[in-house]
């Protein structure tokens, strides 16, 4: 029987796995008629912030710690202040991480265990309370 998983990280299947939610994430931001309006929030090409979020995941999982080094430092509110984030954005954001999470083979479990202390995340990058 194989040892449980530690941490999101490795129940995610290490970096691969972190990588593959992320480019899953924003493939459904790109699509999703929900997220059009964060989508349209970002650059059009989604090629460094695939990287950033990922990284900053990555680390943020239990992983190794890279976010600092490859992009200087992060405090993800201050990081949101220039964009227009209310309830309906956040929902959007964190709508597109569910269901990339759902994409990937993980116990759903995990999947809560991910999405709390990504919804109290979510919560403080918003710009706006309504
Ligand atoms: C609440 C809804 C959210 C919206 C609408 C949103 C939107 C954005 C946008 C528009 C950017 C700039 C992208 C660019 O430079 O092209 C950004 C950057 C970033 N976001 Fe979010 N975000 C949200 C929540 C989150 C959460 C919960 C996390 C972490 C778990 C996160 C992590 C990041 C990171 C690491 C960056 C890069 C920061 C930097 O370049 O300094 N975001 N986000």
Same mark, same amino acid.
């Given at each position: 029987?194989? +040892?449980? $998983?530690?941490?999101?990280?490795? +129940? ?8 593959? !939610?992320?480019?899953?994430? /924003?493939? !459904? #931001? ?10 349209? #929030? $970002?650059?059009?090409?989604? +090629?460094?912030? =695939?990287?950033?979020? +990922?990284?900053?995941?990555?680390? @943020? #999982?239990?992983?190794?710690?890279? /976010? ?8 993800? *509110?201050?990081? $949101? =202040? *220039? ?9 959007? @954001? !964190? !709508? ?11 116990? *759903?479990? @995990? ?9 109290? #995340? ?9």
């Amino acid at each position: 029987m194989s +040892a449980p $998983h530690q941490n999101p990280f490795e +129940a995610l299947g290490g970096e691969d796995g972190v990588v593959a !939610l992320v480019d899953r994430f /924003y493939e !459904l #931001m790109d699509t999703l008629p929900e997220a059009a309006t964060i989508r349209a #929030m $970002h650059k059009e090409d989604l +090629a460094l912030i =695939r990287d950033k979020l +990922a990284t900053f995941l990555i680390g @943020w #999982m239990g992983g190794p710690q890279r /976010y600092n080094e490859k992009f200087g430092r992060v405090i993800i *509110p201050l990081a $949101h =202040r *220039p964009f227009d984030i209310g309830p309906a954005e956040r929902d959007a @954001w !964190l !709508l597109c991480m569910q269901r990339a999470l759902e994409d990937r083979d993980v116990d *759903p479990t @995990w999947i809560e265990l991910i999405m709390q202390p990504m919804r109290q #995340m979510a919560d403080m990058c918003m710009t706006r309370s309504a």
